[in-house]
């Protein structure tokens, strides 16, 4: 066992998280929110912050992505795209320079593009982490993910893409203190789909390589399992798989 796995053995030990086995929808008003699946994130060789060989966690993240916004647009079901995208020279610490607009690096992965076009789909380009914030007009101070669930009567959202423990976990966390402050009309239940998460791996001998700090190591199952237990500890249901 290497030092990593007696890591995550301990952590699941000792906290948890323990997924429900199947989320049904059934007559539900569900919407589906897809975090950040993007050229710069999960396409290997995409940009700074992208895979640099192919990564068994990002793929099936989007094959899982790809099965439930065909069933969701199947459906006539809301869905609500986030898009990381950045000017260029754009600074968003600690990280490099990334999805900057025009190189393509913010746009989905080939396997999702067709999202783009479908019906039902709302697209939200963002500018920092939290996809929460990141919808905020700065100029009305209206929230477009707040509009967008009261708009659709929305009783559950759905929540799966990259990084499981940055992106996905920062916009889950606000949007649950949003709903117990009474700002989000029906929503009852924010789901987390594990099957369609993912976050990177950097060991710390890479880290090191790279001449990045120790703390820049971020190793993948140990990271993507804190993601889910933070989620799951603020009151998120975490599935195992949707029906």
């Known amino acids: 066992m290497t030092p990593v796995e007696s890591v995550l053995d301990g952590l699941r030990a000792n ?8 989320f049904e929808i ?29 990564d068994i966690q990002v793929d099936a993240m989007i094959r899982e992505t790809d099965r439930l916004a065909r069933s969701f647009v199947d459906a006539g079901r809301p869905i609500l795209v986030f898009l990381d995208s950045h000017q260029p020279g754009q600074a968003e610490p600690p990280y490099p320079p990334h999805c900057e607009r025009g ?6 992965v080939p396997a999702l593009k067709w999202v783009e076009r479908a019906k039902g789909v709302t697209l939200m380009p963002k500018d920092c982490i939290n996809g929460f914030v990141g919808a905020i007009d700065v100029l009305s101070g209206r929230n477009l993910v707040v ?9 559950a959202v759905i929540v799966g893409g990259i990084c499981t423990d940055i992106c996905v976990m920062d916009f889950v966390l606000t949007l649950l203190s949003a709903r117990n ?19 990177y791996d950097l060991s710390r001998e890479n880290a090191f390589a790279a001449g990045l700090p120790e703390t820049a190591s971020h190793p993948q199952g140990i990271t993507h399992h804190i993601g889910l237990y933070m989620m799951a500890s603020r009151g998120a249901i975490i599935a195992g798989d949707v029906e």
């Open 15 to 22: 906290l948890p998280v323990a997924p429900v086995s199947r």
């Open 181 to 199: 402050h009474g700002m989000l009309g029906d929503l009852r239940d924010v789901v987390v789909h594990d099957g369609a998460c993912a976050t």
């Open 103 to 108: 190189t393509g690096e913010d746009e989905l």
């Open 26 to 54: 059934g007559l539900r008003r569900v919407g589906l929110v897809i975090v950040d699946e993007v050229n710069g994130f999960a396409t290997v060789g995409g940009g700074n912050l992208a895979p640099h060989a192919p």
């Open 147 to 155: 509009d967008w669930i009261v708009r659709n009567r929305l009783d």
